[in-house]
């Protein structure tokens, strides 16, 4: 058994950034490697070409790769494929990611509980299993990490917050249950805010979350410790939860790939928030990953009902390798009428719009009429004196004194914005007829590609200065339609740029085909410098 994944499939997707902006496509280039190296790459282009990229497709960074980075640079369905090929096993791969949290973490604080000797002890069984020629899944020996606001049995579970500070839950939440089930390996915890609620990751419990492309910024939040490991090659991916963003703005601030899915396609049943309650609806799962191909994998795992969480439907989910490109229209818009994004993410959202009506698809400039409003219908959902935060947090068992200070200052803000009934009914219709507007706009579009934040990271606490930045994503938690974020460029002071891509209710098939080809046409993640 070849102790290490083979070169051509190791650094491919590396190789690929250098070459994706010069217009071959990925089949070709992956064929074009696989036949005959970095050589008939170079030889595909014309010579003028080829003489200019050949220095950058041979810098030493890839020519001193190690076994450790070839592991931790693989996308996660690149790696199942090879463990059950047999080419690496998954106890070295296991290893490879111990090895990067060990020398990223202390930067980051991205992975707040390591339950290393379990890991290994559960490759071991992995590749035990594998030799007698059993499989447990599609994620057969793949190494993740989990949101700490997901019970994972065996593995203290805190969702941030200081009564739950050394609780260890029985059960695995219904979407860890179904990726061990399918073979994955937990490695350990993300951080999140106590919670989940903040789009930066502190909390009292393990503290405050840095950013991989830039230690004095946030990686966003919730999901933030998720989007910092896997950005940094400390996970090949996680399952996040998003109410307002919570999965794409980390995503978006982090380089890396994020869904939420569509409302009420994947159970929350050991998630904190717990379904039900006002914030129900807006609360969804989702896999985050360096690559779409890996949220293409993983959510058909995690997704259906598990006859807990009231709110899932039984719709199928469509497979998005059978979706027709050429035959979607797409409408895109780079401002939202809410707060106006950086010059930079103009430019990336019309780069995107170029790249997908130049792969055939029928692009327009167009904006739903009374998108304006999402913001503020969304805050009034969290206007109600500070029940539902209370509520939780007894759940929990946290103590006012106990409370971060992100969690004192948002509960504050509730406590002082309380709702009359007459008020949250008013909101409710208002609520209605917004969502009855925008799928009426839908009806001529099957994708909305927009802005994922008005703004790239910003340092530790100004991200939350102004939080109607967040309203791109906040729209479609209130529509609960399925949204994708992937890396479209590099904002001046080398921080990713994400762009949103948004399908209509049920089509998260359509938000990832599309995804996937900007992720190809504009190369998605790149590495941070960490």
């Given at each position: 058994?070849?102790?290490?994944?083979?070169?051509?499939?190791?650094?491919?997707?590396?190789?690929?950034?250098?070459?994706?902006?010069?217009?071959?496509?990925?089949?070709?280039?992956?064929?074009?490697?696989?036949?005959?190296?970095?050589?008939?790459?170079?030889?595909?282009?014309?010579?003028?070409?080829?003489?200019?990229?050949?220095?950058?497709?041979?810098?030493?960074?890839?020519?001193?790769?190690?076994?450790?980075?070839?592991?931790?640079?693989?996308?996660?369905?690149?790696?199942?494929?090879?463990?059950?090929?047999?080419?690496?096993?998954?106890?070295?791969?296991?290893?490879?990611?111990?090895?990067?949290?060990?020398?990223?973490?202390?930067?980051?604080?991205?992975?707040?509980?390591?339950?290393?000797?379990?890991?290994?002890?559960?490759?071991?069984?992995?590749?035990?299993?594998?030799?007698?020629?059993?499989?447990?899944?599609?994620?057969?020996?793949?190494?993740?990490?989990?949101?700490?606001?997901?019970?994972?049995?065996?593995?203290?579970?805190?969702?941030?917050?200081?009564?739950?500070?050394?609780?260890?839950?029985?059960e695995d939440a219904t979407v860890v249950a179904r990726v061990r089930a399918a073979g994955a390996i937990v490695l350990g915890k993300t951080n999140t805010p106590e919670i989940t609620m903040s789009y930066e990751t502190d909390n009292a419990v393990y503290g405050r979350t840095n950013n991989p492309y830039d230690l004095s910024r946030t990686p966003g939040g919730s999901s933030g410790g998720?989007?910092?490991?896997?950005?940094?090659?400390?996970?090949?991916?996680?399952?996040?939860?998003?109410?307002?963003?919570?999965?794409?703005?980390?995503?978006?601030?982090?380089?890396?790939?994020?869904?939420?899915?569509?409302?009420?396609?994947?159970?929350?049943?050991?998630?904190?928030?717990?379904?039900?309650?006002?914030?129900?609806?807006?609360?969804?799962?989702?896999?985050?990953?360096?690559?779409?191909?890996?949220?293409?994998?993983?959510?058909?795992?995690?997704?259906?009902?598990?006859?807990?969480?009231?709110?899932?439907?039984?719709?199928?989910?469509?497979?998005?390798?059978k979706v027709n490109l050429k035959s979607l229209r797409v409408a895109f818009h780079t401002d939202n009428g809410i707060v106006s994004p950086t010059t930079e993410t103009v430019e990336v959202v019309k780069t995107t719009a170029k790249v997908l009506s130049e792969a055939g698809m029928a692009v327009e400039e167009a904006r739903p009429q009374g998108i304006e409003q999402s913001n503020e219908?969304?805050?009034?959902?969290?206007?109600?004196?500070?029940?539902?935060?209370?509520?939780?947090?007894?759940?929990?068992?946290?103590?006012?004194?106990?409370?971060?200070?992100?969690?004192?200052?948002?509960?504050?803000?509730?406590?002082?914005?309380?709702?009359?009934?007459?008020?949250?009914?008013?909101?409710?219709?208002?609520?209605?007829?917004?969502?009855?507007?925008?799928?009426?706009?839908?009806?001529?579009?099957?994708?909305?590609?927009?802005?994922?934040?008005?703004?790239?990271?910003?340092?530790?606490?100004?991200?939350?200065?102004?939080?109607?930045?967040?309203?791109?994503?906040?729209?479609?938690?209130?529509?609960?339609?399925?949204?994708?974020?992937?890396?479209?460029?590099?904002?001046?002071?080398?921080?990713?740029?994400?762009?949103?891509?948004?399908?209509?209710?049920?089509?998260?098939?359509?938000?990832?085909?599309?995804?996937?080809?900007?992720?190809?046409?504009?190369?998605?993640?790149?590495?941070?410098?960490?």
């Amino acid at each position: 058994m070849d102790n290490t994944l083979d070169l051509k499939e190791s650094q491919g997707e590396l190789l690929w950034q250098k070459v994706a902006p010069l217009g071959l496509s990925r089949r070709k280039f992956l064929a074009l490697l696989g036949s005959g190296g970095v050589a008939a790459v170079l030889a595909s282009f014309p010579p003028s070409v080829s003489r200019l990229l050949a220095p950058s497709m041979v810098e030493p960074a890839y020519a001193s790769t190690t076994a450790t980075d070839e592991l931790i640079y693989t996308s996660a369905t690149q790696l199942a494929q090879a463990i059950r090929a047999k080419k690496v096993s998954s106890e070295e791969v296991v290893k490879a990611y111990l090895q990067r949290i060990e020398a990223v973490n202390p930067k980051l604080n991205a992975v707040v509980q390591l339950a290393a000797d379990q890991a290994l002890a559960q490759a071991r069984e992995a590749d035990a299993a594998l030799a007698k020629g059993q499989i447990k899944g599609a994620l057969h020996g793949v190494p993740m990490t989990i949101k700490d606001s997901l019970d994972t049995a065996g593995i203290i579970s805190t969702a941030g917050s200081k009564g739950r500070a050394s609780f260890v839950p029985k059960e695995d939440a219904t979407v860890v249950a179904r990726v061990r089930a399918a073979g994955a390996i937990v490695l350990g915890k993300t951080n999140t805010p106590e919670i989940t609620m903040s789009y930066e990751t502190d909390n009292a419990v393990y503290g405050r979350t840095n950013n991989p492309y830039d230690l004095s910024r946030t990686p966003g939040g919730s999901s933030g410790g998720a989007g910092a490991i896997i950005a940094s090659g400390g996970s090949p991916m996680d399952i996040g939860s998003d109410t307002g963003g919570s999965v794409r703005v980390p995503s978006h601030f982090c380089g890396i790939a994020g869904i939420k899915p569509n409302t009420g396609r994947v159970p929350r049943t050991g998630h904190i928030p717990p379904p039900g309650g006002v914030w129900g609806p807006f609360t969804q799962l989702g896999p985050l990953a360096r690559f779409v191909e890996d949220l293409v994998l993983v959510l058909p795992i995690i997704a259906g009902i598990d006859g807990q969480d009231p709110e899932i439907i039984p719709v199928p989910l469509g497979d998005p390798r059978k979706v027709n490109l050429k035959s979607l229209r797409v409408a895109f818009h780079t401002d939202n009428g809410i707060v106006s994004p950086t010059t930079e993410t103009v430019e990336v959202v019309k780069t995107t719009a170029k790249v997908l009506s130049e792969a055939g698809m029928a692009v327009e400039e167009a904006r739903p009429q009374g998108i304006e409003q999402s913001n503020e219908i969304f805050r009034g959902f969290f206007m109600d004196g500070g029940a539902e935060s209370d509520r939780l947090l007894q759940m929990a068992g946290t103590a006012d004194t106990e409370l971060s200070d992100l969690m004192r200052r948002f509960l504050d803000w509730q406590r002082a914005n309380p709702m009359t009934v007459g008020q949250f009914s008013n909101l409710l219709a208002r609520w209605s007829s917004f969502r009855a507007a925008m799928l009426s706009f839908m009806a001529k579009y099957d994708v909305i590609v927009c802005p994922a934040c008005a703004h790239p990271a910003k340092p530790h606490r100004e991200s939350l200065a102004n939080t109607a930045v967040y309203s791109y994503t906040k729209t479609y938690n209130l529509t609960g339609w399925p949204a994708v974020v992937v890396r479209g460029g590099t904002s001046p002071e080398g921080l990713p740029i994400g762009v949103q891509v948004v399908a209509c209710p049920w089509r998260e098939d359509v938000a990832l085909a599309v995804a996937q080809h900007i992720e190809t046409a504009l190369g998605g993640w790149r590495p941070p410098s960490l």
